[in-house]
């Protein structure tokens, strides 16, 4: 594993951004960046992510990116897999990054296409469980009891969407799960898809200040508790073969998990929880905790 002071000083970044204070998806944009060496070519639809790479001919990133519609990304960074075969260009990887919006809602048919094609990309969903640049709509990845904009009275109804499963089901050569608060584990996971060939997925979970209403300083601490209570386990799943990762391996191999309350209450969305969601919320995270550590094993044995 790659340690934080061993990772590259350049920066794909520049000073000069339009994300929010303390924004999630920030910080992990800029190690992503970092795992890439700036040799690739990037498709962003709609999102938080626009706004921070900034729209012609001003940017932020150092890199060459396309602006797509909603629904497109996936399909659009199949076309520029496509032109770059053409030019016999292997030197570059393309990569699709869209929000939870993106990805688990409006882009979802676009990615699986892809997926069932094993098209040669990279696609990373950033997951900030609601559609944040719009006003923190809900979307299919936001958590149960979330209060949001369209979901402001008892809060959103349906449990969270489990999309690294769905493409697990797509058979990928690779698959894995990070956070922002982990950069080495991230860096890591980035750079191995990135040499990897066929269509690759990463969901990257990404704190969000405005829209999960906690302090802007706080965003790797909600990031680290959301891991040490199990609402995010870190974990890659590579030819088929899973495994957890960083804190979630060392908690399964030397600790238990905290409880989940701890991260439920260090956000102001879900201040209105009642009894009956948080225990079904506990239920859950606690069932799909021991189905992961199970898995884990299973592949050590």
Known sequence: MTNLIDLPGEEYMLPGNRACAGCGLALA??????????????????SCLTVLGGMYPVSSVRMPWLNVTFPSTAATASGVVAGLKALGRKD??????????????????????AAERNTDLLYICYDNEAYMNTGVQRSSATPKGVKTTTTPVGGKREHKKDMAGIMEA??????????????????????KARDMRGTRYIH?????????????????????????????????????????????????????LKPLT???ECQGRFRDLDAATIEELETRVARRWDRYVARDEEADA
């Open 29 to 46: 944009y800029r190690y992503i960046l970092k795992a890439l060496d700036g040799r690739a070519i990037m498709c962003v639809p709609a």
């Open 92 to 113: 570059v990887t393309v990569v699709a990054m869209a929000g939870d919006g993106g990805t688990v809602d409006i882009g979802i048919q676009a990615l699986s296409g």
């Open 170 to 191: 797509h058979h990928l050569a690779y698959i894995a799960t990070a956070s922002p608060a982990f950069p080495d584990d991230l860096y890591d996971k980035v750079r």
């Open 204 to 256: 990257v979970y990404a704190p969000c200040p405005p829209g999960w209403l906690f302090h802007t300083k706080d965003t790797v601490n909600v990031g680290r508790i959301s891991v040490e209570t199990g609402a995010v386990v870190l974990y890659e799943i590579e030819d088929g073969a899973f495994r957890l990762t960083g804190l979630s391996k060392e908690i399964a191999d030397f600790d238990e």
């Open 262 to 264: 701890t991260y439920l």
